[in-house]
């Protein structure tokens, strides 16, 4: 089982900076990956950013070069550092872990955090 409490949300206007963070109840070094959704009404939801257990990052194509997700080890705790925020941008974020014990994956899911970009 992994708890995730997501914080930092907000409302922000276009071109300014927000940082969210994903707290979890076990050492995210042994999750598999940690890794950042949003949802905005209407939509799917989609992939933002993610890091795995080794570090390794990957990014969506239209957060590239604003967003950076990072991780302090100590605290358990997985950020998602967004710049240059644009209206697009507004969505309901979730922190999601991937969890892999005995060769089975279970991803567990933050409450989400609102963050609305106005232009």
């Known amino acids: 089982q992994v708890q995730l409490v997501e914080s930092g949300g907000g409302l922000v206007q276009a071109g300014g900076s927000l940082r969210l963070s994903c707290a979890a109840s076990r050492n995210i070094l042994s999750i598999k990956s940690m890794n950042w959704y949003r949802q905005a009404p209407g939509k799917q939801r989609e992939l933002v950013a993610g890091?795995?257990?080794?570090?390794?990052?990957n990014y969506a194509d239209s957060v590239k070069g604003r967003f950076t997700i990072s991780r302090d080890n100590a605290k358990n705790t997985v950020y998602l550092q967004m710049s240059s925020l644009k209206f697009e941008d507004t969505a309901v974020y979730y922190c999601?872990?991937?969890?892999?014990?005995?060769?089975?994956?279970?991803?567990?899911w933050g409450q989400g955090t609102q963050v609305t970009v106005s232009s």
């Open positions: 890091i795995t257990s080794g570090g390794n990052t």
């Open positions: 999601n872990a991937v969890y892999l014990r005995a060769w089975v994956e279970s991803n567990y």
